[in-house]
């Protein structure tokens, strides 16, 4: 088995590198990244191949699945049904979500939802209560999609049309 030529070094997502902000649409913004205790979010693009004949033997041509892209968004934050949040999940309130992850002073990723839902379920413990919340995006067909992602890096190269 061949040995591998480079490596790459990882680098692992801390807590104190993400910014979590939800607010109502229009309204004031609220960063609950102090009360994050872990998100997790997930882009189900559903690829299947395509059926055409340009479809090449080496090289098969992928498109999105039926209704996809879909995109997840779940966290947990240290709450109870008396925080904001709860209230904005229990008044059906329409929300604009803003998640960025800072790897470097100049490297980040943001995702935006600009129309969407939280779903909060209280967790039971007395001690230390959380929020389980996941968020429900709305397509509307005026807008770009669900969400939209803006990636930063520090290398100009690789902003570069090829």
Known sequence: M??????MALNYLLGSMVTLKVYPNGGGVLDISSQLQSMKITIDFG????????TGVYVPAWRYGKNKPTIKVEFV???????VVYGYFSGDTLLTLQ???????????QLDMS???IIAKENADDIEPTLDCSVDPIDVIANQ???IWTAK???AAYLVGQ
């Open 153 to 155: 890096t520090g290398v």
């Open 2 to 7: 061949p040995e591998p030529t480079t490596f």
């Open 47 to 54: 690829l299947t191949k395509s059926k055409r004949t340009t």
């Open 115 to 117: 129309n969407c839902y």
């Open 99 to 109: 998640a960025i992850m800072t790897f470097s002073a100049s490297r980040l990723i």
């Open 77 to 83: 934050i240290a709450a109870d049904k008396s925080d």
């Open 145 to 147: 999609g669900p969400a």
